[in-house]
């Protein structure tokens, strides 16, 4: 292609590179936009859910929300969540006797750039079903070897919070540790067949974050959820558009360069001729 005095013609397999590259950046700048659509949805559905009133948790979960032990059987987060489950962040008031003696500590929790625990108990429903509690976050001691010390005794706890549907995400490997005995256990995810597995007892598959609480004060103390509780690091969006934004923003500028280094590379100026 001439314009004037000036030629451009690329070679084609230099033009083959930077069609697919330019598209590549193109679609990755794409993509980044939808993320932060999503996140803004998400930041509005939340803040609607939970807005709503604490419902108990035993009349929102029917008893088919809760798998059969199986063994040696992989989790389908899908499968237990569409059992008829509420909305994602829901609000719930549970009321039961916490398991202290059965705890979890979900690893690899990071809360102000420090890695750390999140500790989960179940909480035995006066159905006879257990429901997984997020305690809050407790940061990781001076070794792997020294767990942190989670014992509680409470007889009953009423707290309300946030219904959650953690999934397994790219996590790999077991999702507890090997030793059945000692607890509380390592969790590096949450596979509610494994959980339910280690307890022995039906699970309602869901996990709620203890995040607003239903402060009983000095009039019932057995039932005061305040010692119940550590630190609370649960968001219902952990990261909000603008970093998208920012991601999707540095892809169309990469393309931006590229499509003028492309053009400037290849463009050559004819000699003027006699």
């Known amino acids: 292609m001439r314009v004037g005095r000036w030629h451009f013609k690329p070679k084609p397999l230099i033009t083959l590179i930077y069609i697919v590259v330019a598209l590549s950046m193109l679609m990755l700048g794409r993509w980044q936009m939808q993320r932060a659509q999503e996140k803004i949805t998400l930041a509005e559905e939340s803040a609607k859910t939970l807005a709503g ?15 059969e032990p199986q063994k ?10 569409s059992a008829r489950l509420p909305a994602n962040y829901t609000r719930v008031s549970v009321e039961g006797q916490p398991l202290f003696a059965t705890q979890f500590l ?17 909480v035995r429903l006066d159905d006879g079903r257990l429901v997984l509690v997020n305690r809050g976050w407790l940061v990781t001691g001076p070794s792997r070897a020294q767990m942190p010390d989670v014992a509680l005794t409470l007889e009953r706890v009423s707290l309300s919070g946030v219904l959650t549907y953690p999934s397994r995400g790219f996590a790999a490997g077991e999702a507890l540790s090997q030793n059945p005995q000692l607890w509380p256990r390592l969790a590096q995810y949450i596979d509610y067949n494994a959980l339910q597995q280690a307890l022995q007892q039906p699970v309602i598959a869901g996990l709620v974050q ?36 920012g991601y999707a923003a540095q892809w169309f500028a990469m393309f931006a360069a590229l499509s003028v280094l492309y053009v400037w590379l290849n463009l050559a100026r004819q000699p003027v001729t006699a």
């Not at 040696?72 to 969540?81: C, I, R, T, Y």
């Not at 979900?106 to 179940?122: C, L, T």
């Open 53 to 67: 009133p604490a419902l108990p948790i035993q009349a929102l979960i029917p008893a088919v929300a809760v798998p």
């Open 72 to 81: 040696n059987v992989e989790s389908d987060h899908n499968a237990l969540v």
């Open 106 to 122: 979900w690893d690899n929790r990071i809360y102000k750039g420090k890695a750390g625990f999140e500790v989960i108990v179940p």
């Open 210 to 245: 203890g995040v607003s609480l239903q402060d009983d004060g000095d009039a019932n103390p057995g039932t005061n959820a305040r010692p119940f509780l550590l630190q609370d690091n649960w968001q219902a969006v952990a990261n909000g558009p603008e970093k998208h934004y």
